[in-house]
């Protein structure tokens, strides 16, 4: 199940996939798109959706 976040700038859904950094190791990275596409996911345990006061875009926090 993807999970998706309205705002007034419309629905957003959430992606991630694993890459792999230069040293070797590889980290989990989480965005959101307004379209669903292959890397959609569900929403990660221990993490929380907030907002840019600034731009009013979704950001995913650990908290």
Not at 49 to 60: K, Q
Request: aromatic fraction near 12%; charged fraction near 20%; charge should be positive.
């Amino acid at each position: 199940m993807t999970y998706s976040h309205d705002n007034a700038k419309g629905t957003w859904y959430l992606h991630g996939k694993q890459v792999n950094l230069k040293g070797g190791r590889t980290q989990q990275i989480y965005w959101f798109a307004k379209s669903e596409g292959a890397n959609a996911c569900d929403m990660p345990s221990g993490y929380v959706v907030t907002e840019s006061a600034r731009t009013g875009l979704p950001l995913l926090k650990k908290g």
